[in-house]
C-alpha cells in the first residue's frame, strides 16, 4: 500500500505546485511583445488601409451590397457584419487608429486590461473584415493575447505601475500572480509545437534534410535571393536539427533542468527564420510567447531589478 500512496501523494503534490501562483515576468514580456507586434502589425497596413478594409475594399460594405451572400457560411465573418456595413473611410480609419492607440497602450502598460481588451476587439473586427489579408498569426496571437489580459500583466514595467509610484499607492510586493493565465500560455504554446513537430515526423522531405534549402530558395518565403545549393550540406543538418527540436521541444520545456537550453535554441530557430524568411509576424509573436518559458529567475538581478519601477525584492523561483 506504501507504493500506490506515495505515488498519489507525489501526484497531488505536483498538481498542487502546477496551479500554485506563478512568477509574472514572463507575462509581462509577452505583454510588450504583443503589444508591439499588433501595433507594428497594423501600422504597416496604413497605406492599403483603405484597401483592405474600407467600404470599397476587398469584402467591403460595396463588395456585399453586390454579394450579399459573400459571407454565408463563415461564422467569424457573420459576427462582425457591422465592420462590413460600415459606408464611412473616415470611420474605418478612426478604429484603426483605436487600435493602434489601444495595442500601444498595451505594450506600455497604461490602463493595461481595458487597453487590451480594446485592441483583442479591434484586432478580431480587423482580421474578420478580411480574413485572408493577414496570416495564420493573427489568429494565433487571440487566445494568447486574451492569457496575457486575463494576468496581472500591467503590475510592473508599465505606466501603471509609475503612476501607481507617484501617486503613493504602492508597488507591487510579490511578483506571484495567478497560475491559470500563465500555465494557459505555456499549454497552448506547446501544443502548437507538438502539432507542428509531431506532424511531420514520417515526412520524406524533413527526413531527406531539404525543407530549410527549399524555403530559403522559395520566392515567396526567401529574403534573400542568393545561391544556397553550396550551404546545403549545412542546411541539411539544420532542417534535421529543427526536426529533432520540435517535437521534443513541449516534453523538454516542463523539465527545469532542460527548459534554459530549449528555450534558448527556440529563440535562436524564430531568430533565424526571422533574418532569412518571410513569414510574416509569426517570429516576433512566438518569441514574445516563448517569454512565459524563459527562467527569469536565473537573470533577475540583471534584468528586471534594474528597471524601474520594479520592485526589489527579488525574482521568486518557479514552483
Same mark, same amino acid.
Given at each position: 500500500?506504501?507504493?500506490?500512496t506515495?505515488?498519489?501523494?507525489?501526484?497531488?503534490?505536483?498538481?498542487?505546485?502546477? $496551479?500554485?501562483?506563478?512568477?509574472?515576468?514572463?507575462?509581462?514580456?509577452?505583454?510588450?511583445?504583443?503589444?508591439?507586434?499588433?501595433?507594428?502589425?497594423?501600422? !504597416?497596413?496604413?497605406?492599403? @488601409?483603405?484597401?483592405?478594409?474600407?467600404?470599397?475594399?476587398?469584402?467591403?460594405?460595396?463588395?456585399?451590397?453586390?454579394?450579399?451572400?459573400?459571407?454565408?457560411?463563415?461564422?467569424?465573418?457573420?459576427?462582425w457584419?457591422?465592420?462590413?456595413?460600415?459606408?464611412?473611410?473616415?470611420?474605418?480609419?478612426? %478604429?484603426?487608429?483605436?487600435?493602434? @492607440?489601444?495595442?500601444?497602450?498595451?505594450?506600455?502598460?497604461?490602463?493595461?486590461?481595458?487597453? /487590451?481588451?480594446?485592441?483583442l476587439?479591434?484586432?478580431?473586427?480587423?482580421?474578420?473584415? !478580411?480574413?485572408?489579408?493577414?496570416?495564420?498569426?493573427?489568429?494565433?496571437?487571440?487566445?494568447w %493575447?486574451?492569457?496575457?489580459?486575463?494576468?496581472?500583466?500591467?503590475?510592473?514595467?508599465?505606466?501603471?505601475a *509609475?503612476?501607481?509610484?507617484?501617486?503613493?499607492?504602492?508597488?507591487?510586493?510579490? *511578483?506571484?500572480?495567478?497560475?491559470?493565465?500563465?500555465? @494557459?500560455?505555456?499549454?497552448?504554446?506547446?501544443?502548437?509545437?507538438?502539432?507542428? /513537430?509531431? !506532424?511531420?515526423?514520417?515526412?520524406?522531405?524533413?527526413?531527406?534534410?531539404?525543407?530549410?534549402?527549399?524555403?530559403?530558395?522559395?520566392? $515567396?518565403?526567401?529574403?534573400?535571393?542568393?545561391?544556397?545549393l553550396?550551404? %546545403?550540406?549545412?542546411?541539411?543538418?539544420?532542417?534535421?536539427?529543427?526536426?529533432?527540436?520540435?517535437?521534443v521541444?513541449?516534453?523538454?520545456?516542463?523539465?527545469?533542468?532542460?527548459?534554459?537550453?530549449?528555450?534558448?535554441?527556440?529563440?535562436?530557430?524564430?531568430?533565424?527564420?526571422?533574418?532569412?524568411?518571410?513569414?510574416?509576424?509569426?517570429?516576433?509573436?512566438?518569441? !514574445?510567447? %516563448?517569454?512565459?518559458?524563459?527562467?527569469?529567475?536565473?537573470?533577475?538581478?540583471?534584468?528586471?531589478?534594474?528597471?524601474?519601477?520594479?520592485?526589489?525584492?527579488?525574482?521568486?523561483?518557479?514552483?
Amino acid at each position: 500500500m506504501a507504493g500506490p500512496t506515495g505515488a498519489r501523494a507525489r501526484f497531488a503534490a505536483a498538481l498542487a505546485r502546477f $496551479f500554485a501562483p506563478q512568477p509574472q515576468q514572463g507575462m509581462v514580456a509577452a505583454r510588450i511583445g504583443f503589444g508591439l507586434v499588433l501595433f507594428g502589425a497594423w501600422v !504597416s497596413k496604413a497605406p492599403a @488601409l483603405q484597401a483592405l478594409y474600407g467600404p470599397e475594399g476587398v469584402g467591403g460594405f460595396a463588395s456585399h451590397q453586390r454579394a450579399p451572400g459573400l459571407a454565408a457560411g463563415r461564422p467569424l465573418e457573420a459576427a462582425w457584419q457591422h465592420l462590413h456595413r460600415l459606408e464611412s473611410p473616415e470611420a474605418v480609419t478612426a %478604429l484603426w487608429v483605436l487600435l493602434l @492607440l489601444a495595442s500601444g497602450a498595451f505594450a506600455a502598460g497604461y490602463r493595461t486590461r481595458l487597453a /487590451g481588451l480594446v485592441a483583442l476587439g479591434l484586432h478580431a473586427l480587423f482580421q474578420a473584415r !478580411s480574413y485572408a489579408v493577414m496570416g495564420d498569426w493573427a489568429v494565433m496571437i487571440k487566445p494568447w %493575447l486574451l492569457y496575457v489580459i486575463l494576468a496581472p500583466s500591467g503590475r510592473r514595467l508599465s505606466v501603471d505601475a *509609475w503612476l501607481r509610484a507617484r501617486r503613493g499607492l504602492g508597488e507591487a510586493t510579490s *511578483w506571484l500572480g495567478p497560475a491559470a493565465p500563465v500555465r @494557459l500560455l505555456q499549454v497552448h504554446l506547446c501544443t502548437m509545437y507538438a502539432m507542428a /513537430g509531431w !506532424s511531420r515526423l514520417a515526412n520524406a522531405e524533413w527526413l531527406s534534410g531539404e525543407v530549410v534549402f527549399s524555403i530559403l530558395t522559395d520566392r $515567396f518565403y526567401g529574403r534573400f535571393d542568393v545561391d544556397w545549393l553550396p550551404w %546545403l550540406p549545412a542546411l541539411r543538418l539544420l532542417t534535421w536539427g529543427v526536426y529533432a527540436l520540435e517535437p521534443v521541444a513541449p516534453i523538454l520545456l516542463w523539465v527545469p533542468r532542460f527548459r534554459g537550453v530549449t528555450v534558448l535554441a527556440l529563440i535562436g530557430l524564430h531568430v533565424g527564420m526571422e533574418l532569412f524568411t518571410n513569414a510574416d509576424w509569426w517570429q516576433p509573436m512566438m518569441l !514574445s510567447a %516563448l517569454a512565459v518559458f524563459f527562467p527569469w529567475a536565473a537573470t533577475g538581478g540583471l534584468v528586471w531589478e534594474r528597471l524601474l519601477p520594479l520592485g526589489r525584492r527579488g525574482a521568486p523561483r518557479a514552483p
